[in-house]
Structure formats: structure tokens, C-alpha cells
């Protein structure tokens, strides 16, 4: 395993579409390896493999509820609204308050290919929408209501 550079906003790689994964392999499985330990050395909670340059449908998070590896996730289903400060790897520095949907449905495949379904609510569905946005190119300042200032007794 290895701690890969996180990309940051600026970087053409994080406005392009990531491709669909059609083979779990070695390569599949490295690369989540050094996303989580990548997103533990960096504090993150989530992570998309654009923001350590590759374009490919995979993502890993922990919101202190264990580690998720999501291969291919979509989001089948949202509801409601919540309006949460977010930050990101890939925007250091940076927070904002985003809309986003108060419970989502996800279908994905794990790191042996099989299917799973992840439903979340909260803090769960603003980290799956988030990290699924970045495989589409997109990032949570194109979404941003009003930027904050971070708490800095928090930090």
C-alpha cells in the first residue's frame, strides 16, 4: 500500500468523467488500498480515485462508522433536503454550505465484485453525494450556497 498525492483544484483530472470499472483486479485492489490509507493520512473522511488521478468509478469513505469501498456506485434513489458545511481534500482550505439530499440509496459493487446497497442519511448521504460527484467532474464548490470560515478551535 502507499499514500498517493491528492490533486487539487486546478487540475484538469478532476473535471473529467470517470470510466465505469469492468474488471476487478490487482490493480482494482491496489488502488483502493492506497485510497483509504491515502484519505486516513490526510484526515479525510472521503475519497474519489479522480482526486488521486485516476478515472475510474471508485471511492472510499469512513465516517467514523468503519471503512466503505464503493466500486461503480450510483445513487438509486434520493430524498428530502439538508443544508451541511462541507470541505475537501481536493479544495483545502476552503468550506461551504451545500444542498444536498437527506437520505440516498446507493447500489455499488465491494472490492469482490459483489453487488451491495448502501442506504444513508445525514452526515452518510452527504459523503456518498460528494464523492460520487467527483466521478462526474464535479466538486462542492460548484454546488456551494455561501462560504464559511472554518472553525479554527477545531481544527
Do not use: W
Not at 3 to 29: A, C, F, N, P, Y
Not at 93 to 105: C, N, T, Y
Not at 126 to 155: M, N, Q, R
Amino acid at each position: 500500500m502507499g499514500i498517493r498525492k491528492v490533486l487539487t483544484d486546478g487540475d484538469e483530472t478532476l473535471r473529467k468523467k470517470s470510466r465505469k470499472v469492468e474488471k476487478i483486479d490487482d490493480r482494482t485492489i491496489t488502488l483502493l488500498d492506497d485510497m483509504s490509507e491515502t484519505m486516513y493520512a490526510e484526515n479525510g473522511v472521503g475519497l474519489a480515485a479522480p482526486q488521486v488521478g485516476v478515472l475510474r468509478r471508485v471511492i472510499v469513505m469512513d465516517i467514523g462508522e468503519g471503512l466503505l469501498e464503493l466500486i461503480n456506485p450510483k445513487i438509486i434513489s434520493k430524498k428530502g433536503a439538508q443544508i451541511k458545511a462541507e470541505g475537501c481534500l481536493s479544495v483545502p482550505d476552503v468550506f461551504g454550505e451545500v444542498k444536498r439530499p437527506d437520505s440516498v440509496v446507493v447500489s455499488a459493487m465491494d472490492r469482490k465484485g459483489k453487488k451491495i446497497r448502501i442506504e444513508g442519511s445525514g452526515l452518510l448521504a452527504v459523503c456518498l453525494c460528494h464523492e460520487i460527484d467527483h466521478l462526474d467532474g464535479i466538486l462542492f464548490t460548484d454546488k456551494v450556497i455561501k462560504y464559511i470560515e472554518p472553525d479554527t478551535d477545531k481544527i
